[in-house]
């Protein structure tokens, strides 16, 4: 049995408490090798999933014009939900995306089973839930390599599947966008900037 030290899990956490959403206004030209990309990708294929379904998809995007129509797509939604956010002002200073500035970026889809998977039967979107730990062990190596992640949401998935060109019975989980950054922050910056406060243990402990 693999035995890890109280140094090594001293080394996870402090990856895990410093991973952070890396947006545009971060990201440099340093290059991601596809040496590099490659473990990151492998570290998602070695998430847990329901039934060992493995129901990941990618679709690795580096193509200027491509990126452009994306953001395009992205801009379009976070402007209509000013609207949604405009008793917080600070919504608009916010830079929600790095989809032009990072070098890399990875549509990450759910491809549902055409089998019947064990532990999916009750449970319908667990199979999505397994794309989203793909993601994480993504962020986290990312993390470890000292290379910066970021996920967009505000985009509408159908449309971003008509951009790349991927059939609807790919359901988008997240658009990530990957590369080297020139620094990552040292909390969430929406706590930085007091958008939301950090909860504690005890907030999140039901009694
Ligand atoms: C499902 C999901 C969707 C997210 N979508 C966005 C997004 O569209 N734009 C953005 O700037 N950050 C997005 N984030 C990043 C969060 O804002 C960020 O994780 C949170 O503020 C905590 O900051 P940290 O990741 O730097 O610790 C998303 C994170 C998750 C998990």
């Known amino acids: 049995m693999l035995n890890f030290s109280t140094k090594e899990l001293d080394t996870l956490t402090k990856i895990i408490n410093s991973r ?18 490659k473990i990151i990708l492998e570290s998602a294929l070695q ?19 491509i990126k452009n129509r994306v953001f395009k797509q992205f801009d379009k939604s976070y402007k209509k939900s000013f609207k949604k956010f405009k008793k917080r002002p600070l919504y608009k200073s916010l830079k929600l995306e790095g ?24 449970m319908k979107r667990s199979g999505e839930y397994s794309v989203v730990c793909a993601i994480c062990n993504m962020w986290l190596t990312a993390r470890a390599m000292n290379i910066g992640l970021g996920w967009v949401s505000i985009v ?11 059939s609807k019975e790919h359901k ?18 929406l ?17």
């Open 20 to 37: 952070r959403d890396v947006r545009g206004n971060y990201f440099n030209d340093k290059k991601v090798s596809n040496k590099e990309l």
């Open 47 to 65: 998430a847990p999933s329901v039934g060992y379904s493995q129901p990941w998809r990618f679709k690795i995007v580096k193509n200027k014009s």
């Open 99 to 122: 989809i032009k500035e990072a070098p890399i970026n990875i549509a990450v889809f759910y491809k549902k089973n055409k089998k019947q998977v064990l532990g999916q039967t009750y």
């Open 156 to 166: 509408k998935p159908k449309k971003i599947n008509k951009i790349l060109n991927i």
């Open 172 to 189: 988008l989980i997240g658009y990530l966008c990957i590369g080297y950054t020139k620094d990552f922050l040292e909390e969430p910056e």
């Open 191 to 207: 706590k930085t900037l007091k958008w939301e406060k950090k909860k504690s243990l005890k907030e999140c402990i039901l009694k």
